[in-house]
């Protein structure tokens, strides 16, 4: 009888145990991090040579959902809710409020990190910013640039164009979100958070968001035309200038024409792209 009581006080402790060892490894999982690296990629798997899926910029929110080996992390993104690999140093234990925060305006942005250079793409979230100085735990820097608040940036026609136009011959580049690099749907999505507007990652994902639009004639500057391929999968978006002209990243980001079928390249009069239908967000 006592022995059976020793073992079943043992069981006991040792499903204590257990479940105090899954709430230490899900309190870190759901670790709250900053990027602190002016463009960190995310991979599809926990290793350089893994394809790369999508980028955190500078000063966007992620969540720690998982630990892998050596320095890997697999991460949420707050701004998209986007999945994928990071190396640990690309992130800094900071956690903030999910209050309204300015992003950099200019093409390139030039910060003090740790006392040393940094240039950010347009778009980096300035989180934690106060009279131009901000610090994530044992990193500190500064900030004196141009910036805006995407909550009153203004969703005129020639803002619009403004920050659209920044991204002009910037490569395309799988899975980036960058001036230095950039696929057709972060280009959408960076134009769009300049206007606190925040769509999804990828372009089929983004055609399930805003307001259909029938017809190529009733469109208007800033809405998106997406297209699709033979299969009929949704694997490219732009943003329209007008009826009749895109600006999307293919090669490059580039301004081409569109008709009611879709795009034509205006360097080579080929049609490049199919035209399956137009949202609106605004």
């Not at 089929?204 to 968001?209: I, K, L, M, P, V």
């Not at 029938?214 to 033979?230: I, V």
Request: charged share 20%; net charge neutral; glycine share 8%.
């Amino acid at each position: 009888m006592i022995g059976e009581m020793h073992e079943r006080t043992f069981c006991i402790r040792g499903s204590v145990l257990l479940v105090f060892s899954v709430l230490r490894a899900a309190k870190f999982f759901l670790m709250q991090a900053v990027c602190c690296v002016p463009v960190s990629p995310m991979r599809v798997a926990p290793m350089h040579k893994g394809e790369m899926v999508s980028q955190l910029l500078f000063g966007e929110m992620v969540t720690v959902i998982e630990k892998g080996e050596e320095h890997w992390v697999k991460v949420q993104c707050h701004y998209d809710q986007y999945e994928g690999w990071v190396t640990r140093n690309h992130l800094a234990d900071a956690a903030f409020q999910a209050a309204l925060h300015h992003i950099t305006a200019d093409w390139s942005n030039d910060i003090l990190f740790n006392d040393q250079p940094m240039h950010l793409s347009f778009g980096s979230d300035l989180r934690g910013l106060v009279n131009g100085r901000a610090e994530w735990g044992r990193f500190n820097w500064i900030f004196k640039g141009n910036h805006i608040d995407p909550q009153q940036n203004r969703k005129t026609e020639k803002n619009i164009l403004k920050i659209a136009n920044l991204f002009i011959n910037t490569p395309y580049l799988w899975g980036g979100r960058s001036v230095f690099g950039i696929d057709c749907s972060g280009f959408t999505q960076l134009v769009y958070k300049a206007f606190g507007i925040p769509i999804l990652r990828d372009a089929y994902q983004q055609a399930t968001q805003g307001e259909v639009i029938g017809f190529l004639q009733e469109s208007k500057l800033g809405d998106l035309a997406f297209f699709d391929n033979a299969e009929g999968k949704i694997t490219h978006v732009g943003i329209l200038l007008n009826d009749h002209e895109i600006i999307h990243s293919s090669g490059k980001v580039r301004i081409d024409k569109i008709d009611s079928q879709g795009i034509v390249n205006v360097d080579t009069n080929e049609r490049t792209h199919t035209l399956r239908l137009i949202k609106r967000y605004f």
